[in-house]
């Protein structure tokens, strides 16, 4: 066991001497196997570990007692131990998420913030080699390309998952031998209904009538994936390097991307893809929302003259300007006609940080947001086809929904103005705000926005 | 449906102008479409069609039906039609397959040999979309790279798949609308039990408890796979031009494929696998038994020093030869020390085409075998671990198991000769041959080989 591990650390580097490492210790088998574990290979390996347990205030009683658990386990082992305690149904609440879902928020959230009181490098986390299998298919399930095919990465950023080479059994034997207890369900609590799903019902009947082997093939196919995906990366990333031009703003952010759109053509389809969703990356960070034939349609400008663009979400768009194919962020006043443009009111934003318990003003043209929640570049404008936003309760509605809902007539749905983070709506002016903007306790900092002189105050 | 399945033809290439089609029809849903279908495009395509039914000789009256009613659909059509009869269950019992992979062997061998009466240039199979997903599930499930998680392609050889654009469920649709009739259950019946658990089973619960868009979900990742696969082979393919070298006979077969190490070793882990499969490909054109363990283990050679070599199945070795990484068969003298060499017995070989009736002779010491069937290089050795040979019944069984039955003393089976084909074992002199060698009605070439003057004459 100790021999499979260590090979896989070193494999993949993992880590390095002098490590200071935040274990993921939720109590149960997984978790505890990986703080005895790396207890154990502690000296040969050079790491500091201090153990980090969240409590998810649920599940009453049984969360107290492997809050202890995971306390009493970490003192025999001499490893220092913290326990938070966090309000995850609140969180899922205010956010519009799953409980699951802001369980894994807060989760990663501790870690990272622990990791820096730690001095910490690394955040070792549980993840085994069913979990890999389950990964994999729940990605292939809902739509993903190499990339989600390869599962989870052994590093990815300050995250290490040292356990992707064993198996649950190979963990649960381990325990048994060494005689170490650990709390039942507690890992599978904190994953989804998806995922349960497929771990505890189409895993097994594919295991059953497939192919016994299936968890292992799974994992194979998964592998080649990963390493097609970073092959892929790595082309793209050379052709950006010799053919690619940017802009950047004065703190040097990049503000477009460009490419060389000959050189590119000359490339197969999979390699324009990749190139296309690394420029869309270094303008945006996030790929959230953007699909494939967002890329394809992108990458049909490399056929198109000079001056075609096309629209892509997170307030993007892609342009062919000559030899060159831009991502570039759409500028405010290009994407409305100039006689609506003029009728769209002025706001004045202003962003600083929140004490808890400020009050929160409570008027029709002076809206506080929180800003950290905004992922794209904040536009106002009109209504667009696939505008939504985030009601009480946490449910999505698309704008078009919520205007009827609102009984407001047709032919004046087109002449409220909202302010929109890509296609999530933050403020229907003079309706309603997004519940998912809205300022809580977990807010850092606020952007206010007044209304300034427009024609619709609401 | 006539401009999905048309876009699909054009994009992908899958006609010409001018082109003699075979479309292989069951008489179900699918394939009554698919002739439907291309006998609409017909002109615009500019295609020859005829239509081929295959009868399995199974399922009694329900198959006869099948078979008239692909008949009257063509006529009515106007499409000449040929029925050929087979008999898949003796075909299966003879070559050790289940009914069903008979009845794929036999319907591709069939459809082939019409296309060649027929002057024809391609033959069109009813794949569609749904078919797609549970053959990208099934290799995944049974271990696949990313070929196989691209499942099939619209075109491999002169087979062409003009449905894969369209799902189950539109083909019905239009059949209905037109009112076109078709058989029920003929396609389900040719595939078998593991495939219809995946469709009927498996592929309706993750649509129902993952995600309800899970087949086109899958067909997606599947795409960027085939996309990957296809671009990895052509940089394996450039690598090969320009860092490659190889050894031929007589007739221009390539013999042994060699590769300058250092140029291979500076590339990515993909691009080595890649590089390495494509060599054994272009010594032995079969990857059958061929692993991702073989393959690594070819890779580490890279690493090693000259002369260093591992055994590959099919009688293939990788071996590194100063600066050159080489794939090569292995040389019959070179498998088995000297002295055991002298005691094997001599064998020769005469190869002729099988006359149907011909009397197959009877002794000890000349055997014929289907030649067809030899897929690597013959070798005459003693048993190797994992040898194995076909029973009567189609049954596999090592031929360690096979002399432990056989009552063989320990001492006396390492010195049995044997013929081999890789690891398949043609016939263990003395003993007994392999059924899966021996002579069918199907047989086209006889081998027949002939002991001459050896020690251990059975």
Redesign the interface.
């Known amino acids: 066991m100790y021999r499979t591990i260590l090979d896989y650390i070193r494999r993949n580097r993992l880590f390095s001497p002098g490590d200071r490492v935040i274990v993921a210790l939720s109590g149960g088998a997984d978790s505890v196997c990986l703080l005895v574990v790396l207890n154990e290979l502690r000296e040969v390996l050079g790491l500091e570990l201090k153990a980090v347990h969240v409590h998810h205030g649920l599940r009453g009683k049984e969360a107290d007692r492997d809050s202890e658990y995971a306390g009493r386990l970490s003192e025999t082992l001499g490893v220092p131990f913290v326990c938070v305690r966090v309000d995850a149904a609140l969180y899922a609440r205010e956010h519009g998420m799953s409980v699951e879902e802001a369980g894994r928020h807060l989760r990663y959230q501790i870690f990272e913030k622990e990791r820096l009181d730690f001095s910490g490098t690394k955040i070792a986390v549980a993840h085994h080699r069913d979990d890999q299998a389950e990964t994999i298919l729940?990605n292939?399930?809902?739509?993903?390309?190499?990339k989600?095919?390869g599962g989870m990465r052994p590093v990815r950023d300050n995250i290490v998952r040292p356990l992707l080479s064993v198996g649950r059994e190979e963990i649960l034997a381990y325990l048994a031998e060494k005689g170490i207890s650990y709390c039942e369900d507690s890992t599978n609590a904190q994953t989804d209904y998806?995922r349960n799903?497929?771990r505890s019902?189409?895993l097994p009947?594919?295991r059953e009538?497939?192919?016994r082997?299936?968890g292992?093939?799974?994992l194979?196919?998964g592998e080649?994936?990963a390493?097609?995906?970073?092959?892929?990366e790595?082309q793209a990333d050379g052709i950006l390097k010799a053919w690619g031009v940017r802009e950047t703003d004065e703190a040097g952010t990049i503000t477009a991307q460009g490419v060389d759109a000959k050189a590119l053509l000359a490339e197969?389809?999979?390699?324009k893809?990749y190139v296309i969703r690394m420029m869309i990356r270094s303008v945006n960070e996030s790929m959230k929302d953007i699909t494939?034939t967002h890329v394809e349609s992108a990458a049909a400008l490399l056929f198109g003259s000079s001056g075609r663009q096309v629209d892509l979400p997170c307030g993007l768009i892609a342009v062919r300007i000559f030899d060159e194919l831009w991502i570039k962020r759409k500028k405010q006043e290009g994407s409305v006609d100039k006689e609506r443009a003029v009728s769209l009111p002025e706001l004045d934003f202003k962003i600083f940080p929140y004490k808890k318990g400020q009050e929160i003003p409570k008027n029709g043209y002076t809206k506080w947001f929180d800003y950290d929640k905004i992922k794209c570049a904040l536009s106002v404008r009109y209504r667009e086809t696939g505008d939504y936003m985030t009601l009480a309760g946490g449910g999505r509605k698309t704008v078009k929904e919520f205007m009827i809902n609102e009984k407001i007539p047709k032919e004046e749905r087109e002449k409220i103005p909202l302010v929109a983070d890509g296609s999530h709506v933050l403020w229907v002016i003079g309706y309603r705000i997004s519940e998912y903007y809205k300022i809580t306790d977990d807010t850092h900092t606020v952007i206010q926005m007044q209304l300034n002189g427009g024609k619709n105050n609401g």
Do not use: C, P, S, W
């Open positions: 729940y292939l399930f809902r739509g993903t390309g190499l989600g095919l998806v799903r497929i019902l189409i009947e594919i009538e497939v192919n082997r299936a292992e093939n799974i194979h196919a080649m994936a390493q097609a995906d970073a092959y892929l790595k197969d389809d999979i390699i893809n494939m």
